[in-house]
């Protein structure tokens, strides 16, 4: 990983946690998988409580949408939510990070 693309996955992972609480109030997590800066691609990915919650696309369309506004460099948005399975214990501050796992059915959100 370049320091380019850590320094987006940085930034993303803190904008996360000061613009998407209610996730972590929840009991979901999140991650960013990935954060190309040449590219401008970014990948997300919610779990825990995420895991076939009845707003969870919204939440999904959220992030696509505020994460394009607010980074300049981030040009499209995958959001991956499971929607069922184990989605693992480690995390890291703010409640990101994680060994996330899908589950086998497609939310058809992404």
Partial sequence: MSDTEDSLRRRIEEWMVGQMPIIRMH?????VRKADPDSGEVVVELGG????CGI???TADNIKADLIMDFEAVEAVTVKVPSSGDHGSSTVEGGRGGELQYGTDDPGHF
């Fill in 49 to 52: 409580a995420c895991a076939g």
């Fill in 56 to 58: 969870s696309n919204i």
């Fill in 27 to 31: 009991g979901g997590e999140s991650v």
